[in-house]
Every structure is written in structure tokens, then in C-alpha cells.
């Protein structure tokens, strides 16, 4: 059975045990989303006409006085008949590049850092993304689902590249992807998702940019600033990487190549636990304080850790940087 969701003007499909979200994605149909486990609340909207099941929406996320005010979760909530929804923040929906489910095939598995690995997908049709988004892997056996960043830009579309941090005890990383994948497997993938990405290119006046990533991270950053540069080649784009020790860097000759080209972009690798000489001491965030004086006219971009993301954000800020020009994607464990 399928009930019709309307937003924004826009009337899709929906199965009654299909999450709005999932429904709307899949049409080309945007609507705000980034974690897509109901534990960012960023896909949070308001039930305009019908009713939903929250399913299993956190109360942390999502509190009773929410619920009883018509607040549902996009990415969790299931229709009881037909619906409307308004998202937060705005009246009108926009085109989404459409959510798609697709077999990918392993091309390479090569370890590039201290529990890291790089891991390209190829497929045999390509996939319309913007970079920064990410994809779903179905991990075999088990039905769950993990979720990593892309690494590459949008004309990147037949072959995906993946940056994976081991989890231990992990079921996907652990118990798959550093255990048993090879070359030549098969893969189940859903994408793209998530709206950490660059303003269309209409849209983009090539300001001046710092970007921050924790760990793997780094991933969306290269896809995001490698697109940058490629609309506004002069543009200033500052890049930072903060790891704990040496042994996890990897990529610093990809984007010294890249500084090359580009002589007002900087990559400024940090190191927080295990210092080595050449490289910077201490947590990224405050390398970027240290650095810049006032980033008033800047856009700002973070991926990593929920600690990290938050000591960016108040790193911005006191740089006087627009809140509406920081741009945040958490990397949150998935039995979070």
C-alpha cells in the first residue's frame, strides 16, 4: 500500500513502511538530511495534515513535545495515510539529485594510513552526486547499513572512492571491509545522501574558504575543494587535517600537487598526540584560530568527530565568521 506525501508542492509516492525521507530522495525531491539515523535531526519537519509513525525516532532527538506539536523525522517517520510536510526553514522544496540503489564492484582495497584504507567501487552506470555526499554500503549478511563520505567530485560518477577508518569490533569495518573484501566482490550501495556539499555553481562567488577535517574526514573535504578550485582557480582555500599521530596522514602528496597548482591554497596537516618534526602540534581548530585573524566573508566546512565539528564551529564564530556560512557533517558511530 502507498500513500501520497506532499511537500512543497510536490506530491510523491510512499510505501507505509517507506521513511518519508527515503521516499522523497528516491523521486528527486529535496528535503534536509545528513545523518539519516535520526540522530542529527537535521531532516526534522513539521506533519502539516495526517499522521505518521515516528517508528524508532530517539526522544533525544526527537522529544514528546516535539511529537505532540507535529514534529516528525523524515529519515525514521512512516505515513499512516496520505500526508503534507513542511521542512524546517523552508517553504518550498527543491530538485535533489535522486537517491539511487545500485551494485558497485571492488576495483582496489590498498591501506594508505594506520587503520585506514581507501577503497574505489566501480559501476556500471555513473552517479549523479555533488561533492561532499555520501553513499550507504548494505553490509552482506547482517542487513545493516553504513554510510561513507565520497571523496570525489561530481564528474568522478563511475567510480566511487571511499575512505574507511577501522572501528574495533565494528560490523562493517571489523567484521568486512578490513576482514574478507577483495578486489572483484560485489557491493550493495544506496546514494547519494546528505547536504554537506557546495552551493550550486550559480551560486558560488568564490570566497575565500578553511576547511577542517578529523581522521577520515578528509574525505568529502578533497572532493569539496578540488571543485572549488576548479570554478575559481585563485580562489583562498585553507585546508586543514588534524590526526593524532603521523601514521594516520595520508593523501599529503595528492594535495601538495594540488598547493602546487594553486598557489592561495594551503594544506596544513595537525597532529594532536604524537608529534613529529615538521608538522604542526595540537587540535586543528586551534591552528585556524592561530592563523587567521578574521574570517568575516568566509565559509567554513568541518567533517569528523561530533568534539571536533563543535570546537570548529566556536573557532569560526570567534573569527567572526557568518553562522550561516558554517557548513557541518558529524561522523557519529553508528550504535550511537
Known amino acids: 500500500m502507498t500513500f501520497a506525501v506532499t511537500v512543497g508542492g510536490n506530491s510523491v509516492e510512499c510505501g507505509e513502511d517507506q521513511a518519508l525521507l527515503d521516499a522523497c530522495l528516491r523521486a528527486g525531491v529535496w528535503m534536509p538530511n545528513s545523518c539519516n539515523q535520526g540522530t542529527c535531526g537535521t531532516c526534522k519537519l513539521h506533519v502539516v495534515a495526517g499522521e505518521v509513525d515516528h517508528g524508532s525516532s530517539p ?23 496520505d500526508v503534507e510536510l513542511r521542512p524546517q526553514g523552508t517553504s518550498a522544496a527543491r530538485t535533489a539529485n535522486p537517491l539511487r540503489d545500485m551494485v558497485g564492484t571492488v576495483r582496489e582495497v590498498s591501506d594508505i594510513a594506520r587503520d585506514t584504507r581507501r577503497i574505489l ?90 576547511l577542517i577535517g578529523g581522521g577520515t574526514g578528509l574525505a568529502p573535504l578533497i572532493g569539496i575543494v578540488r571543485t572549488a578550485l576548479r570554478r575559481h582557480p585563485a580562489r583562498e582555500v585553507v585546508l586543514y587535517h588534524g590526526v593524532r599521530g603521523e601514521e594516520e596522514l595520508y593523501d599529503g602528496d595528492r594535495l ?35 592563523d587567521v585573524s578574521t574570517a568575516r566573508g568566509w565559509t567554513g566546512w568541518l567533517c569528523g568527530p561530533p568534539a571536533m565539528v563543535e570546537a570548529g564551529v566556536k573557532a569560526f564564530k570567534r573569527r567572526r565568521m557568518a553562522p550561516r556560512n558554517i557548513h557541518r557533517e558529524k561522523f557519529t558511530p553508528a550504535d550511537a
Request: hydrophobic content about 35%.
Open 256 to 290: 601538495t600537487e594540488l598547493a602546487e597548482q594553486h598557489p592561495n591554497f594551503r594544506f596544513v596537516p595537525v597532529l594532536s598526540h604524537e608529534p613529529a618534526d615538521g608538522y604542526r602540534e595540537g587540535f586543528p581548530t586551534d591552528a585556524f584560530v592561530e
Open 121 to 210: 567501487l566501480g559501476l556500471n552506470e555513473p552517479l549523479t552526486f555533488d561533492a561532499g555526499q555520501y553513499v550507504e554500503l548494505v553490509v552482506p549478511g547482517s542487513g545493516e547499513r553504513r554510510q561513507y563520505s565520497l571523496a570525489n567530485t561530481a564528474d568522478e560518477d563511475k567510480v566511487l572512492e571511499l575512505h574507511v577508518k577501522l572501528v574495533p569490533d565494528g560490523v562493517a569495518t571489523h567484521g568486512w571491509l578490513f576482514d574478507g573484501l577483495a578486489e572483484g566482490d560485489e557491493v550493495d550501495i544506496s546514494g547519494p545522501l546528505g547536504d554537506f556539499h557546495l552551493p550550486p555553481e550559480s551560486e558560488d562567488d568564490g570566497g575565500p574558504m578553511v
Open 59 to 81: 526522544v533525544e532527538t526527537l522529544s514528546d513535545e516535539e511529537r505532540c506539536a507535529g514534529m516528525a523525522l523524515a529519515c525514521q517517520a512512516r505515513p499512516r495515510g
